[in-house]
């Protein structure tokens, strides 16, 4: 994890309505996967891997927020992680 010279917050776009949208898309890819394979070992892969990215997340954003200060704060409060609308 780690920022680039003159990083810049991107909000618009899939941002605007996810913070994560390429975890969640990964984590819905992999779902549809599980689901196609009817076995118990294909969601637990899910799990394992949205635990992998959740604790990335909190890296990331602890990064982020000390970076962009109250800006980041204002769109983590506007913006959801993972599910759009719940989470």
Not at 55 to 71: T, Y
Request: proline share 3%; charged share 15%.
């Amino acid at each position: 994890i780690s920022l680039k010279e003159e990083h810049h917050l991107i909000t618009p776009g899939a941002y605007s309505v996810l913070r994560c949208p390429t975890y969640t898309g990964f984590l819905f890819g992999l779902s549809g996967g599980a689901i196609s394979m009817g076995e118990l070992r294909g969601f637990v892969g899910v799990l394992l891997l949205l635990i992998a990215f959740l604790m990335k997340i909190k890296g990331e954003e602890n990064l982020l927020s000390a970076h962009f200060g109250e800006v980041y704060t204002n769109y983590r409060e506007r913006v959801n992680k993972i599910i759009p609308g719940l989470w």
